[in-house]
């Protein structure tokens, strides 16, 4: 499996904007300077991740995004999923019950994928955006200095 450039901008736009949330919106231009991820390209996967109902917009002059949800309730999955579909690396039509897999009965490859699937989905359904901001604080920052810093 093999994510692109919006799964992992779009974590790391997500770890950046909960680690500088507080009670205001944080800016795309904030994220963008402090991730040097492009604008442009930051405001589409906010409406993607928008839409998936992981952030919410807040318009006017001190506006920007927040968190939809407590980063507690956010797994690194939601976001992949939101961002990059299924992280299925294999689709299968032999895992589908309702799949045309002619040699679904004998063929013993699919429980292989099947096995990786949900290997990857339990992985990334366990780690917490709070976590990840908890460790970019651990190695990213020092003194003072609550900044998440880029991944």
């Known amino acids: 499996m093999k994510l692109s450039t ?4 779009g974590l790391r736009a997500l770890i950046d904007l909960a680690g500088n949330c507080g009670e205001a919106p ?11 991820i492009s ?13 998936a109902g992981l952030v919410k917009s807040i318009r006017g002059a001190s506006g920007g ?16 999923r939101a961002l990059e579909g299924s992280l299925e690396p294999v689709e299968c039509a032999g895992l589908d019950p309702d799949g045309e897999c002619s040699i679904s009965d004998s063929c013993v490859t699919k429980y292989v994928w099947q096995r990786i699937n949900e290997s990857i989905s339990r992985t990334v359904d366990e780690i917490m955006l709070d976590q990840l ?7 990213c920052c020092s003194g003072t200095d609550k ?3 880029r991944n």
């Not at 919006?6 to 901008?9: I, T």
């Not at 944080?26 to 040097?36: F, L, M, P, W």
């Not at 901001?133 to 190695?139: F, G, P």
């Open 6 to 9: 919006k799964g992992r901008y």
């Open 26 to 36: 944080v800016s795309t231009a904030s994220i963008s300077a402090r991730q040097d």
């Open 147 to 149: 900044r998440v810093c």
């Open 65 to 80: 995004y927040v968190l939809a949800k407590d980063m507690k309730e956010i797994s690194v999955g939601d976001i992949l």
């Open 39 to 51: 604008e442009r390209y930051l405001e589409q996967l906010m409406s993607m991740l928008k839409k």
């Open 133 to 139: 901001v908890e460790e970019s604080r651990k190695n």
